[in-house]
């Protein structure tokens, strides 16, 4: 084709370009003067190039593995053929995991999500779901988990074999949308840091605990595996800085290094060593990483967003932020603000009658439980329907009260408060009580100076409750303070214990790291209720099922029934007894219904039970060790006292004799 030349409109254009770009380039070698950051966009474009590289593969190894399916089903491959073309995608997989899960998480668990089913509930809202019934859609699992488990089943069926062809299309179609976003956009440092961090705290508070291996059993290569390419990248950087920056990326790198072989070399599930892989491998790696972001991309910490980025361990007391949980502003948490919250916490005058407080139910001694299967009700008479769950950490959940009904904490306060069986209390009563008080009128309006709404209102006494139970935390326990190594005391019971927790029993693919409760790691975002077929009591050789629907109670979906809130095992030394009905009087007792595989492994229909109902086959020894470890984790490091006394009530006098904490 002939040359034609530029149109004279875009002739004109060019001086006008040419300065532009020359002012781009003086910018950009400026700038590369200044920060580390343009140095370090190599890296990021190689790591970018690498995942490309890796997401191609993954994508014909899916395509690879649909295919074999259906030779499977023409009887034309093997079922070791097909197994074989499974794991060829999971190892796949695993080299991309930590940006398919930072970049696109709910992708990544079309991938590779839990396999159960999900449930789809339109906008409920608390206040109103006593009126309006929400509609609930429930949608069929998928992705590698399910795959897993249909691919090693006894006997793979044609429906069975069909069904995985499905899902291996439904694999491909979601690994393809993933690498098309990552071929959009370029990835920058901020990314790929934030981006290794989470894969560290995703292996060590998910991936050596076996929970995305459902049926071939976990493989601690394939765990490896995922750590590979925070490896990779690490060295990247490190190549590429100098200075401070540069020792950071060293550490990374040695960390990394030592944790991929330990990984290698001790491939055994059952006898792996997670204590020492935690505290002396992984928890140092993201300390340097931590340590390396702040270097190359200061920032301040961020409350929006659970986990705390300036924590450098997971074990950190700082790791996770209440203030972000608690859904609060945190100049809330003022002094003068949790102050008033603990006065109004102990007092009885929040009741009808004037006889109990929080704190009748949540005793400070008892780690804010009562030591009653079922709490005593408001007028002594009978119980209320649950056992009062520890306040200790509570605040670490996305959802509260055993079936998940409230997203807020300062939900829960009104909850109990106008509950006939809890406080019986008329809301705006006590309201007016309390301002006939000059004392709490004045600790009011020092705790909500700065507001608009400095008043005494249901709000602000919700707000100030709430900023109380806020700062409950306690994380110095003997086992915290060993694994943040200011300590080498740790019983070896203990210690064995963390190793059956996190490995052979499975209760860390519930219970994560580091709060033990059922938040998940490693965004923290969502708080997760399960089915264990909980009995009606300990008497395991009659089992019968708990009554209580649970979060089936609220939400009305199938999945949902006797499905709770998988609460904390912090503290549990004093929170006897245990699970939402108060059922196991011991700690001996939870760990024999796990040993046994829950209510389905006792014999009980609970055909959605979410806890594998095969027996854990634990020895006594090593049930002992569990206990142990859950002992480590009781933190009497903070006293918590009750206020020395209450606010008075000058023209009601009748008032003035209430007993701090309310009877029980
Ligand atoms: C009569 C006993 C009783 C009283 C009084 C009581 N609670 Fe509770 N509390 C319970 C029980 C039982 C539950 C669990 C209820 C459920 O899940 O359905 C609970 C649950 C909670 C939870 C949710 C914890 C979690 O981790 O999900 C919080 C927070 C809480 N209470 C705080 C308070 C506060 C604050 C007060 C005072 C305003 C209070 N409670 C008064 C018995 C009581
Ligand atoms: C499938 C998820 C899952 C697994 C696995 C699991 N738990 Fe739980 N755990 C829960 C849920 C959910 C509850 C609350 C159940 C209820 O009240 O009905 C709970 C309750 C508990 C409690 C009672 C806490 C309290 O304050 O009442 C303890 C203790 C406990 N689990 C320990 C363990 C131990 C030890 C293991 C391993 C042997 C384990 N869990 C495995 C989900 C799980």
Same mark, same amino acid.
């Given at each position: 084709?002939?040359?034609k030349?530029?149109p004279?409109?875009k002739v ?5 370009l040419?300065?532009m ?5 003086? !910018?950009?070698?400026?700038t590369?003067?200044?920060?580390e950051t ?5 890296v990021a474009d ?8 890796d997401?191609s593969k ?8 649909a295919?074999?399916?259906e030779?499977l089903?023409?009887e034309q ?7 074989e073309a ?11 995991e ?5 970049l696109?998480?709910?992708l990544?668990k079309?991938?590779? !999500?839990? #396999?159960l #089913?999900?449930?789809l509930?339109e906008?409920?809202n ?9 509609s ?6 998928e ?8 691919v ?6 044609p ?5 995985a ?9 979601? /690994? ?17 840091l934030?981006?290794?961090?989470e ?8 991936g050596i ?8 059993g ?17 060295q990247?950087?490190d190549?590429? *800085?100098?200075?401070k ?5 060293s ?5 990394l290094q030592?944790?991929v072989?330990y ?10 060593d997670?204590l020492y ?18 270097e190359?991309?200061p @920032? ?6 659970p ?5 450098s ?12 949980? =608690? ?10 603000l949790?102050e ?6 102990f ?7 004037n ?7 949540h005793?400070?001694?008892k =780690?804010f ?6 709490s005593?009700? $408001?007028?002594?008479?009978? %119980?209320?329907?649950?056992?009062s769950?520890t ?13 998940s009904?409230?997203?807020y ?12 069986d809890e ?22 309006? +020092?705790a ?7 008043? &005494?209102?249901?709000? %602000? ?6 900023a109380?139970v806020?700062?409950l935390?306690? *994380?110095?326990s003997?086992?915290d +303070?060993?694994?943040?190594?200011? %300590?080498?005391?740790?019983g070896?019971?203990a ?13 860390g ?5 580091? %709060?033990f ?13 399960? /089915? ?10 009659h ?5 209580d629907?649970?979060r ?5 979906a ?9 609460? @904390?095992v912090r ?5 006897? #007894?245990?699970?939402?009905?108060? =059922?196991?009087?011991v ?10 595989g829950g209510g389905?492994?006792l014999g009980l ?9 095969s027996?854990?086959?634990l ?7 569990l ?5 480590? &984790? ?9 206020p020395? +006394?209450?606010?008075q $009530? ?10 701090i904490?309310? +009877?029980?």
């Amino acid at each position: 084709m002939a040359y034609k030349g530029l149109p004279t409109d875009k002739v004109k254009l060019m001086p006008v370009l040419l300065l532009m770009s020359m002012c781009l380039f003086a !910018g950009i070698v400026l700038t590369s003067f200044k920060t580390e950051t343009v140095r370090t966009n190599q890296v990021a474009d190689t790591v970018r190039q690498s995942l490309i590289a890796d997401m191609s593969k993954l994508k014909q190894q899916s395509q690879l593995l649909a295919v074999t399916l259906e030779l499977l089903m023409q009887e034309q491959a093997s079922l070791e053929q097909a197994q074989e073309a499974f794991y060829q995608v999971k190892q796949a997989y695993k080299k991309v995991e930590y940006m398919a899960e930072y970049l696109d998480p709910e992708l990544a668990k079309r991938i590779n !999500g839990a #396999p159960l #089913p999900k449930v789809l509930v339109e906008e409920v809202n608390y206040q109103t779901l006593h009126f309006q019934k929400p509609s609930v859609r429930t949608f069929p699992p998928e992705g590698l988990q399910v795959l897993e488990e249909l691919v090693f089943a006894e006997e793979v069926e044609p429906v069975i074999a069909k069904e995985a062809i499905v899902l291996a299309h439904g694999l491909q179609d979601a /690994v393809s949308l993933l690498s098309g976003s990552l071929y959009q956009q370029p990835l920058s440092d901020k990314q790929i840091l934030e981006s290794l961090r989470e894969q560290l705290v995703r292996v060590v508070a998910m991936g050596i605990t076996g929970f995305d291996a459902p049926a071939a059993g976990c493989e601690l290569a394939h765990v490896a595996l995922a750590l590979q390419p925070v490896l990779h990248a690490a060295q990247l950087y490190d190549s590429s *800085l100098s200075g401070k920056a540069k020792t950071y990326s060293s550490k990374a790198v040695e960390q990394l290094q030592q944790a991929v072989l330990y990984l290698q070399q001790h491939p055994a599930f059952d006898t792996f060593d997670r204590l020492y892989f935690t505290r002396e491998l992984a928890d140092l790696a993201y300390a340097a990483l931590t340590a390396l972001q702040q270097e190359l991309l200061p @920032t301040a910490a961020s409350v929006h967003k659970p986990v705390n980025d300036h924590a450098s361990s997971l074990f950190s007391a700082d790791f996770l932020q209440a203030a972000y949980f =608690a859904k609060q502003d945190r100049r809330e948490q003022k002094p003068e603000l949790i102050e008033l919250g603990k006065v109004l916490f102990f007092d009885p005058v929040l009741s009808a009658n004037n006889e109990r407080s929080c704190a009748s139910c949540h005793v400070p001694s008892k =780690a804010f439980t009562d030591g009653q299967a079922r709490s005593i009700a $408001f007028d002594f008479k009978g %119980t209320v329907q649950r056992n009062s769950p520890t306040l200790l950490n509570s605040v670490f959940s996305n959802a509260y009260f055993w079936d998940s009904r409230a997203i807020y904490l300062q939900d829960q306060v009104p909850d109990v408060v106008v509950k006939s069986d809890e406080l019986h209390g008329n809301y705006e009563e006590v309201v007016l009580k309390l301002q006939q008080s000059s004392e709490y009128r004045k600790l009011f309006k +020092r705790a909500f100076s700065s507001q608009a709404d400095n008043g &005494l209102s249901t709000n %602000t006494i919700n707000r100030a409750i709430a900023a109380y139970v806020q700062s409950l935390v306690a *994380l110095n326990s003997p086992f915290d +303070r060993y694994m943040r190594r200011e %300590t080498e005391q740790l019983g070896a019971s203990a210690k064995r214990g963390y190793n059956l927790f996190m490995g052979k029993a499975a209760c860390g693919t519930c219970h994560f790291a580091p %709060t033990f409760n059922g938040t998940v790691p490693p965004r923290y975002l969502e708080s997760e209720t399960e /089915v264990l077929g909980v009995t009606a009591s300990a008497d395991f050789a009659h089992p019968t099922l708990d009554e209580d629907l649970g979060r089936a109670g609220v939400i009305p979906a199938d999945a949902w029934k006797h499905s709770f809130k998988t609460p @904390t095992v912090r503290n549990a030394a004093l929170t006897a #007894p245990y699970m939402h009905n108060g =059922a196991f009087a011991v700690l001996a007792e939870v760990v024999d219904f796990y040993d046994a595989g829950g209510g389905a492994g006792l014999g009980l229909d609970v055909p959605n039970q979410t806890l594998p109902d095969s027996p854990l086959n634990l020895t006594e020894g090593e049930k002992q060790d569990l206990i142990a470890f859950m002992e480590s &984790l009781t933190d009497t490091a903070t006293v918590y006292a009750a206020p020395e +006394r209450l606010p008075q $009530f000058p023209k009601k006098a009748g008032l003035n004799d209430r007993l701090i904490g309310g +009877r029980y």
